[in-house]
């Protein structure tokens, strides 16, 4: 009996302190601070990490808050804030009745944050051992540390500036360089701090002879690529960038870079180079709603000979106007380090031309053909602000024939042509079937800025091309022409973005009319045509150009608006304006409008785009679908 009391009456005192032991919740409050210092000290408060509802007996709310005054000073401490005046108050929950004891509350804790001044470095001491100790360079580091004499204490920017120092040493070539001694002394009476970094340098390496590993090239031509020099510091960060730049070439596959053993800190290099197959081919087939079936091969030859020259030859047949274009571009390396090259090239360019292209219900037929020879001269990429500037000095010799005339009347026999030869005139039939011979000097300048190659959040970019020919200088007409492109791409969000094209191109150039329709005295090649992808969508490649004219405009005009929104990831859909047309005078400008809709996919390759245009004004389709692979510009 008595076993059988003790084991009740201990039943009865577990279920009593079950029903009076309260778990309440606790509400933080934190005045005076903000940003990271904030953060930093509600990460740091106990109770602040279980305000968010969790339940806490009440001995260890009181408990908790105690120590949050200590623990409020040491998270102030790393933002150099070694005196806060912290005031710090408990609330507890009301309570009425003995009933009321048992029910759950929320205690309000509030503190009151003065952070007070920041402590200041009052000393900043370097201190080298070893064979860097009287180096000159060296005593100059500390001018670029983040902490400087003078600063605020901010340990953040104190653990940065140890780890620049010891970077910057070991690039000035003492790569075996330790901290060995880094503290922030604290005189919190006289409230400053000396701060002493010591750093054993070890021996200064320097780059010694560089060899090569490798088959095929001339080695004076790979030494035009060295970065490196022998004497000057030896790193690891320089190294890679040495890699880096063998690797851009194009020539090689694998790159390494390996140090022999140090002899007197002097460091022997070998370049290993593992140079790709000579040869690269290349075929495309596509589809286009407004070109038909088009197929491209393409051979490239990454080098020939032993000095990096290289050319590509490129040939393409598109099934609308039964396109053809063969180019042929020889490339020689000047400067490997710049990017200066001389790029040799030959392009031959041809079309048809019928009756029913010019909405004749008969006639005959022609060949629009075009003849390029060039030189061109690319200079070295510089910057410009933001904006990387390329340059393109130019010359070429163009070739151009084509015969309107047999367009227009190749219905008709021997007799019947000549006779309409007799009525218009020696000149008038030379002006339908020109034969353009003209000496081209061009200049082309681009500005580009972007924040990705494969897709573009935010970037600009402009080109110029300024080119002409004059009968003075070997040529048999005369004629200037400048361009203009541009693109504006704006995000807006994370998910919307805004793209903006325009395409504007003048000539000066003679021009004469023939029954009833406009030639200019220039190359049909050079010549302004609107329509297709990149112009206005909704409108057949090339299609809109002049109303009095049949091969083209010396004028061109086109803008486009685009809005764009990610609906999932790696997915969006495009909405699209786009205007413009070609013109021989600006009082006969006539803009067609396009509009229309797509889908884009950022693939791994680049930006893939599916689009329907729309066109709402005449055409001979009511829509083109139009796929584009590669980025804007």
């Not at 120092?165 to 000035?172: E, F, G, I, S």
């Not at 390494?256 to 140090?262: F, T």
């Not at 190659?453 to 022409?481: C, K, P, T, V």
């Not at 091969?551 to 909405?575: C, D, H, K, M, W």
Request: cysteine-free; overall charge negative.
């Amino acid at each position: 009996m008595n076993a059988s009391r003790r084991i009740a009456a201990m039943f009865a005192l577990a279920w009593l302190a079950a029903t009076t032991v309260r778990a309440d919740t606790v509400s933080v409050t934190v005045e005076g601070l903000a940003g990271e210092a904030l953060q930093n000290v509600q990460a740091a408060v106990p109770l602040a990490r279980h305000a968010a509802g969790k339940q806490l007996l009440p001995s260890v709310i009181r408990e908790q808050h105690a120590q949050a005054a200590a623990a409020i000073a040491r998270a102030l401490q790393p933002f150099g804030y070694y005196a806060p005046i912290i005031d710090a108050e408990l609330e507890a929950p009301p309570r009425e009745g003995a009933r009321e004891s048992a029910r759950e509350g929320v205690w309000r804790a509030r503190y009151r944050v003065q952070s007070g001044p920041q402590l200041a470095v009052t000393t900043l001491q370097l201190v080298f051992e070893g064979a860097g100790e009287s180096d000159p360079q060296l005593a100059s580091l500390v001018e670029a540390l983040p902490l400087q004499q003078g600063d605020a204490l901010d340990h953040r920017v104190y653990e940065r500036s140890k780890r620049e120092l010891l970077d910057a040493v070991q690039r000035l070539g003492y790569t075996d360089a330790q901290l060995v001694a880094h503290r922030a002394e604290v005189d919190l009476e006289a409230y400053t701090t000396r701060v002493l970094l010591q750093v054993a340098t070890g021996p200064r390496y320097v780059v010694g002879a560089i060899d090569f590993a490798q088959q095929g090239f001339d080695e004076d031509f790979l030494r035009r690529y060295l970065i490196l020099k022998p004497g000057e510091p030896y790193n690891g960060a320089r190294l890679a960038e040495q890699r880096r730049m063998f690797s851009r070439s194009g020539y090689f596959s694998e790159v390494e870079i390996e140090p022999g053993e140090a002899v007197d800190a002097v460091v022997p290099l070998t370049v290993q180079l593992d140079a790709y197959l000579p040869n690269r081919y290349r075929g495309r087939v596509g589809w286009g709603s407004d070109t038909g079936v088009g197929a491209q091969l393409d051979w490239t030859r990454r080098y020939l000979g032993s000095r990096g020259q290289h050319f590509n030859l490129r040939l393409g047949v598109v099934e609308e106007r039964r396109r053809l274009a063969g180019d042929l571009s020889y490339q020689i390396p000047l400067n490997p380090q710049t990017g200066t090259r001389v790029v040799l090239g030959a392009r031959h360019e041809s079309k048809d031309l019928t009756f029913e292209d010019v909405d004749l219900s008969e006639g005959g037929e022609t060949r629009i053909a075009t003849n390029l020879l060039s030189a061109a001269w690319q200079r070295p990429q510089r910057t410009l602000g933001s904006f990387n500037l390329s340059t393109v000095a130019e010359l070429s010799l163009v070739n151009e024939t084509y015969d309107v005339f047999e367009v227009l009347f190749g219905n008709l026999g021997s007799a019947g042509q000549q006779a309409i030869i007799d009525a218009i005139g020696p000149e008038a039939y030379d002006t339908l079937a020109p034969d353009f011979e003209a000496v081209v000097p061009s200049l082309r300048l681009s500005l580009r800025r972007s924040d990705s190659r494969l897709f573009i959040h935010s970037g600009d970019y402009f080109d110029l091309q300024l080119l002409g020919a004059d009968e003075s200088l070997g040529s048999n007409i005369s004629f200037w022409q400048a361009r203009l492109n541009s693109w504006q791409i704006r995000s807006f969000g994370e998910r919307s973005r805004v793209l903006l094209r325009t395409s504007m191109g003048y000539s000066e150039a003679e021009s004469s009319e023939v029954l009833g329709v406009n030639f200019n005295e220039m190359p049909e090649y050079y010549e302004f045509r609107a329509g297709g992808v990149r112009s206005v969508r909704g409108y057949s490649f090339e299609s809109l150009f002049p109303e009095d004219a049949i091969t083209g405009g010396r004028g061109q005009l086109v803008a486009s608006v685009e809005y764009e929104y990610e609906f999932i990831p790696n997915f969006s859909a495009a909405l699209f304006v786009d205007a413009g047309n070609a013109f021989n005078r600006w009082q006969d400008y006539d803009a067609k409008v396009g509009t229309g809709f797509g889908v884009r996919w950022r693939s791994p390759v680049g930006l893939a785009r599916l689009d329907l245009g729309f066109p709402l004004d005449d055409a001979d389709d009511a829509f083109q679908i139009y796929i584009t692979v590669g980025p804007e510009f």
